[in-house]
C-alpha cells in the first residue's frame, strides 16, 4: 500500500477524525496555556483552582481511608487524623467552591456560549452535597445516626427513601466512595475541559462580551 | 458586542485582547500545596468530631422507662415507624400535596413490621430455656386483641408513674397480662446488649443494614434527647449541625431553613403547604430552586442581575480603568 492510499484511509478511519475533533476543540494550547487575557490576573479566578485541589486532597485522603476500612479512623490516632484531613478537605472544598459558583454569578460567566459550563457547574454542586451527605452518614458516630433518622422523612416523602435508604449503611457507604466520588470527579473534567475549550469569558460590558 | 458561536475560536474571541504570560501548572501546584498546608493545620489542630453512636444497649441502660414504654407502644401500635407508611408499611398514606404523593410511587419497598421485629421475635429468641417467659409469650398470642389492648393501655397508664430500682422498671399492681414479664425480658436482652445485635440479624452473617435499630430507637426520646443536647434537632437547623463545635453541613442552609419558617411551621400553611407536609413541600421547593439555579443563564432578570450589580467592576477592576480598556483594543 502506497503512502498516500494509507493517508487517504487515515482521513475515513473513526481514529483520525476523532483526533481532528480533539485538535479543533482542543487543541493542547488551550487546555495548557501559558497566556491569557491580561484580566485573568483578578484574585477571583482564584477560587476554581483551589476547588480543584481540595477535591484532589479530598479524594486521596478518602482513598487512605476507604482502603484502610472504616474502624480504622475510629481506632487509631493516625485514623483519625486521616479522618480529619478528609473533614477539613471537605469543608475548604464547599468554601471554595461556594465562592467559586458566587464569583462566576456575578461575573455573568455564562455569556458567550457558556451556559452549558455553568450548569454542569451546578450539577456538580448538587452532586458534591449528595456525596457529602453520604459521608455524614457513613461517619459511623453518634451524628451519623441523628442525621439518618432525622434525613428519611424527607427522603422517603420525596419517593426517593424507597431507593436511597439513609438508615443502610452499607449502602450509604458504597454510594459515598465508589459511585459519587466518580461521578463528582467525571463531571470536574468536564467542566474543566468548557472552560480550556471556551477559555474564561470576557469582562461584562461594551468593550468585552455579551451583558447576558 | 462580541459573542462566541460554536465556530468561534478562541483566537478570534480574543482578538484585540491584550493577552498576559500565565503559568497555569504552577497555580495549580501553588493551590494543592497551601491547601495541602491549611487542610493539615486544620486537621492537627481541630481534629475531628467523632461522637460514639448510641446503642440500644445504653439506650436500656440510661433510660429504662422509654426503652419499655417505646417497646410497649410498639405493641400498641402508637410510634413513629408503626403508623409511618411507605416504604415500611402501609399503616398511613404519608404526605401528600394535591395529587403529588411520591411516598406512594414505589410500595412498601422496605417493609419493617415493628411490633414483631423489635418486640416479640426478639423475645421469643429469648425465650429459648425461658419457661416465664415463654408462657408470657403464649398467653399473649392466645389473647384477643380486645383483652391485648386493654392490657396494653393499663400497662402504658402505669408506665407514666414507673420506678427504676436496680435497672429494672417497676410500675404499681394492676391488670396487665403478661407485659411486665415480657418486657422486663426485653428490657434485660437490650441491656445485655443482645438487642443491638438482634435487630441486625437477617439469617446472614455480614450485616451493614441499620435500619430497623435506627427505627427503633428513633421510635422512642432517647435518642432525640441527646440530639437536642447536642443542636441536631430540625428545629434547631439540624441537618446543618455537628455535634461539638464543628462545621457541620453548612451548605445546607437554605434546605434547613425552609423547615424554621411559614408556611412550613404552620399547621394551616398556605396552598396546602404546611408543617403535615413540610418534608414533601421543602423537597419539590429545593428541586425546584436547584433547577433554576442551573437554568439561570436561561432566566431574565436572574441572568441580568450581574450586569446591574457592579460587582464585576471590582472583580475585573483593571480592566475598567481608562488604561485597561485601551488595553483591550490594542
Same mark, same amino acid.
Given at each position: 500500500m502506497s503512502e498516500q492510499t494509507l493517508e487517504t484511509s487515515n482521513d475515513r478511519s473513526w481514529t483520525f477524525r476523532t483526533r481532528q475533533w480533539v485538535d479543533r476543540v482542543l487543541p493542547m494550547d488551550h487546555l495548557l496555556p501559558h497566556r491569557q487575557p491580561y484580566y485573568v490576573g483578578s484574585w477571583v479566578y482564584v477560587f476554581g483552582v483551589v476547588t480543584i485541589a481540595a477535591l484532589v486532597w479530598v479524594v486521596v485522603s478518602g482513598v487512605v481511608l476507604s482502603f484502610m476500612g472504616p474502624q480504622w479512623w475510629h481506632d487509631s490516632s493516625l485514623g483519625h487524623f486521616f479522618n480529619s484531613l478528609h473533614f477539613w478537605s471537605v469543608q475548604l472544598f464547599f468554601l471554595f467552591m461556594v465562592l467559586h459558583l458566587w464569583g462566576q454569578y456575578f461575573m455573568a460567566g455564562w455569556r458567550d456560549g457558556r451556559a452549558a459550563t455553568w450548569m454542569i457547574g451546578v450539577v456538580i454542586f448538587a452532586a458534591s452535597i449528595l456525596t457529602a451527605f453520604t459521608g455524614y452518614l457513613s461517619q459511623q458516630n453518634f451524628a451519623s445516626q441523628f442525621i439518618a433518622v432525622n434525613a428519611k422523612d424527607a427522603m422517603n416523602a420525596g419517593g426517593i427513601g424507597a431507593f436511597f435508604n439513609v438508615l443502610n449503611f452499607g449502602q450509604m457507604y458504597g454510594l459515598h466512595i465508589m459511585l459519587l466520588p466518580i461521578t463528582v470527579t467525571f463531571l470536574v473534567v468536564v467542566h474543566i475541559v468548557m472552560v480550556r475549550a471556551r477559555g474564561v469569558v470576557k469582562p461584562i460590558g461594551p468593550e468585552g462580551g455579551s451583558a447576558s | 458586542m462580541s459573542s462566541f458561536t460554536q465556530r468561534m475560536t478562541q483566537d478570534e474571541y480574543y482578538r484585540g485582547v491584550r493577552m498576559a504570560p500565565y503559568d497555569l501548572v504552577k497555580e495549580l501546584g501553588y493551590a494543592l500545596a497551601g491547601v495541602a498546608v491549611l487542610a493539615v493545620f486544620l486537621a492537627a489542630t481541630f481534629s475531628s468530631p467523632d461522637v460514639a453512636p448510641v446503642t440500644i444497649a445504653a439506650w436500656a441502660q440510661g433510660d429504662p422507662v422509654d426503652f419499655v414504654t417505646t417497646a410497649t407502644n410498639e405493641l400498641s401500635g402508637s410510634t413513629i415507624s408503626t403508623g409511618y407508611g411507605n416504604p415500611y408499611n402501609t399503616n398511613a398514606?404519608?404526605?401528600?400535596?394535591?395529587?403529588?404523593?411520591?411516598?406512594?410511587?414505589?410500595?412498601?419497598?422496605?417493609?419493617?413490621?415493628?411490633?414483631? $421485629?423489635?418486640?416479640?421475635?426478639?423475645? &421469643?429468641?429469648?425465650?429459648?430455656?425461658?419457661?416465664?417467659?415463654?408462657?408470657?409469650?403464649?398467653?399473649?398470642?392466645?389473647?384477643?386483641?380486645?383483652?391485648?389492648? &386493654?392490657?396494653?393501655?393499663?400497662?402504658?397508664?402505669? /408506665?407514666? &408513674?414507673?420506678?427504676?430500682?436496680?435497672?429494672?422498671?417497676?410500675?404499681?399492681?394492676?391488670?396487665?397480662?403478661? =407485659?411486665?414479664?415480657?418486657?422486663?425480658?426485653? =428490657?434485660?436482652?437490650?441491656? !445485655?446488649?443482645?438487642?443491638?445485635?438482634?435487630?441486625?440479624?437477617?439469617?446472614?452473617?455480614?450485616?451493614?443494614?441499620?435500619?430497623?435499630?435506627? /427505627?427503633?430507637?428513633?421510635?422512642?426520646?432517647?435518642? !432525640?434527647?441527646?440530639?437536642?443536647?447536642?443542636?441536631?434537632?430540625? !428545629?434547631?437547623?439540624?441537618?446543618?449541625?455537628?455535634?461539638?463545635?464543628?462545621?457541620?453541613?453548612?451548605?445546607?442552609? =437554605?434546605?434547613?431553613?425552609?423547615?424554621?419558617?411559614?408556611?412550613?411551621?404552620?399547621?394551616?400553611?398556605?396552598?396546602?403547604?404546611? $408543617?403535615?407536609? $413540610?418534608?414533601?413541600?421543602?423537597?419539590?421547593?429545593?428541586?425546584?430552586?436547584?433547577?433554576?439555579?442551573?437554568?439561570?443563564?436561561? #432566566?431574565? #432578570? /436572574?441572568?441580568?442581575?450581574?450586569?446591574?450589580?457592579?460587582?464585576?467592576?471590582?472583580?475585573?477592576?483593571?480592566?475598567?480603568?481608562?488604561?485597561?480598556?485601551?488595553?483591550?483594543?490594542?
Open positions: - | 398514606s404519608g404526605q401528600s400535596w394535591g395529587p403529588i404523593a411520591p411516598v406512594l410511587w414505589f410500595g412498601t419497598r422496605i417493609p419493617v413490621d415493628s411490633a414483631t $421485629a423489635f418486640v416479640i421475635q426478639p423475645l &421469643k429468641y429469648a425465650s429459648v430455656g425461658n419457661t416465664d417467659l415463654g408462657t408470657a409469650l403464649s398467653t399473649w398470642s392466645g389473647a384477643s386483641s380486645d383483652q391485648q389492648t &386493654k392490657w396494653l393501655k393499663a400497662y402504658t397508664d402505669a /408506665l407514666g &408513674k414507673a420506678t427504676v430500682k436496680d435497672g429494672k422498671v417497676s410500675v404499681a399492681d394492676g391488670d396487665y397480662g403478661p =407485659l411486665p414479664t415480657m418486657m422486663n425480658n426485653l =428490657l434485660g436482652v437490650a441491656q !445485655s446488649g443482645g438487642l443491638d445485635g438482634l435487630l441486625l440479624v437477617n439469617g446472614r452473617f455480614y450485616q451493614t443494614d441499620y435500619t430497623q435499630g435506627l /427505627l427503633f430507637m428513633g421510635d422512642g426520646t432517647y435518642l !432525640s434527647g441527646l440530639a437536642q443536647q447536642a443542636n441536631l434537632t430540625g !428545629s434547631q437547623w439540624g441537618m446543618m449541625n455537628e455535634t461539638g463545635q464543628y462545621p457541620g453541613q453548612t451548605w445546607l442552609w =437554605l434546605y434547613t431553613m425552609w423547615y424554621q419558617v411559614w408556611p412550613f411551621t404552620s399547621p394551616s400553611g398556605f396552598l396546602g403547604l404546611n $408543617a403535615g407536609n $413540610a418534608d414533601l413541600g421543602i423537597v419539590i421547593l429545593m428541586t425546584v430552586l436547584t433547577a433554576a439555579l442551573a437554568l439561570v443563564p436561561l #432566566i431574565p #432578570i /436572574l441572568r441580568d442581575i450581574p450586569r446591574w450589580v457592579p460587582i464585576h467592576r471590582l472583580i475585573w477592576r483593571e480592566y475598567y480603568t481608562p488604561k485597561g480598556k485601551a488595553a483591550s483594543r490594542t
